[in-house]
């Protein structure tokens, strides 16, 4: 969880920025976004075979190049 404590002197877009990033760094958002929904297993198999087999390509085509 995200936490930043208000300076003595800090604005709050200051403060904002800084918590902005602190969740970008932490993948706060990402998490959120991959536990939304449910994905079936059978699903979450097929997804991760389709990611392997375009990263093989990727890798073919650079090597070719």
Do not use: C, W, Y
Request: hydrophobic share 35%.
């Amino acid at each position: 969880m995200a936490e930043i404590k208000l300076g003595d002197n800090e604005t709050m877009e200051s403060a904002l920025r800084r918590f902005k990033r602190k969740v970008q760094t932490e993948d706060i958002i990402r998490e959120v976004k991959r536990h939304a929904f449910f994905i079936p297993p059978g699903e979450k198999a097929r997804l991760k075979s389709q990611l392997a087999r375009k990263r093989n390509r990727k890798k073919v085509r650079r090597i070719v190049e």
